[in-house]
Antibody, heavy 118, light 110 residues
């Protein structure tokens, strides 16, 4: 079956970096784009952008340019989200999700809580 | 602020019908398909409706989606206690060149 399994929770200090992984299984990894979505505590869903798993080309939403980097390791069917220069306001749950034609996400990772605190 | 507006809350008793609206514009709902997601407490979002009204396998037919002009609606008929969740609409926005989520509606079963 299709699964997206994300790495575990992270506690980081302001200014540090974090790298969240999203390992896909049960389907051909290069066949489906991966979305990244942020959910701040008690808030709604916010689309961060996507990465083309065939070409490796990322596309970032306007609010997520600069400190956010999407990457891939196709040899292990894994997508990554790296956030540099962490700030307290980056504290959130980050989700990866598989994208289908029509821009809907049919499978989601379980989410990774990133907490930024001194 | 999201460009897709939903009521913050909705409620009903078991067995009732609840409808959730999602108001957008010509650059999103007016042009592109609407998707709906259900987020149970403490869980990841789950796809409920794709492409305006398609139910993925395993989603009960109590859930239905519709779209008209620049608005969309999710209806839950025969409301059950396990339907307590936050529901989000979403669509691609051509003007923003982004996938946008609605503000979310918390459904409470009384």
């Amino acid at each position: 079956q299709v699964l997206l399994v994300q790495s575990g929770s992270e506690l980081k200090k302001p200014g540090a970096s974090v790298k969240v992984s999203c390992k896909a299984s049960g389907y051909i990894f290069a066949g489906y784009t991966i979305n990244w979505v942020r959910q701040a505590p008690g808030q709604g869903l916010e689309w961060m952008g996507w990465i083309n798993t065939d070409t490796g080309i990322p596309t970032y939403a306007r609010a997520f340019t600069g400190r956010f980097v999407f990457s891939l390791d196709t040899s292990v069917s894994t997508s990554y989200l790296q956030i540099d220069s962490l700030r307290a306001e980056d504290t959130a749950v980050y989700y990866c999700a598989r994208v289908r034609t029509g821009w809907y996400s049919d499978y989601w990772g379980q989410g990774t809580l990133v907490t930024v605190s001194s | 602020q999201s460009v897709l507006t939903q009521p913050p809350s909705a409620s009903g008793t078991p067995g009732q019908r609840v409808a959730i609206s999602c108001s957008g514009s010509s650059s999103n709902i007016g042009t592109n398909a609407v998707n709906w997601y259900q987020q149970l407490p403490g869980a990841a979002p789950k796809l409920l409706i794709s492409t305006n009204k398609q139910r993925p396998s395993g989603v009960p037919d109590r859930f239905s989606g519709s779209e008209s002009g620049t608005s969309a609606s999710l209806a839950i008929s025969g409301l059950q206690s396990e339907d307590e969740a936050v529901y989000y609409c979403a669509a691609w926005d051509d003007r923003l060149d982004a996938y946008v989520f609605g503000t979310g509606t918390k459904v409470t079963v009384l």
